[in-house]
């Protein structure tokens, strides 16, 4: 997990955030695969 990249404060952290999910460098640009992994 690459926690310094989700240091930016940007709209898709938050999303993932509030939706309950971590996000890193594979999925920052990939939403579809970030909520598939989270399924």
């Known amino acids: 997990m ?3 990249v989700l240091a ?3 709209p ?3 999303l993932y ?3 309950g999910f971590v996000a890193d ?5 990939a ?3 970030l ?3 989270n399924v």
């Open 2 to 4: 690459q926690l310094g």
């Open 8 to 10: 930016s404060n940007t």
């Open 12 to 14: 898709a952290r938050r």
């Open 17 to 19: 955030e509030s939706l």
């Open 25 to 29: 460098t594979e999925t920052l640009d």
């Open 31 to 33: 939403p579809i695969v």
């Open 35 to 37: 909520m598939a992994r």
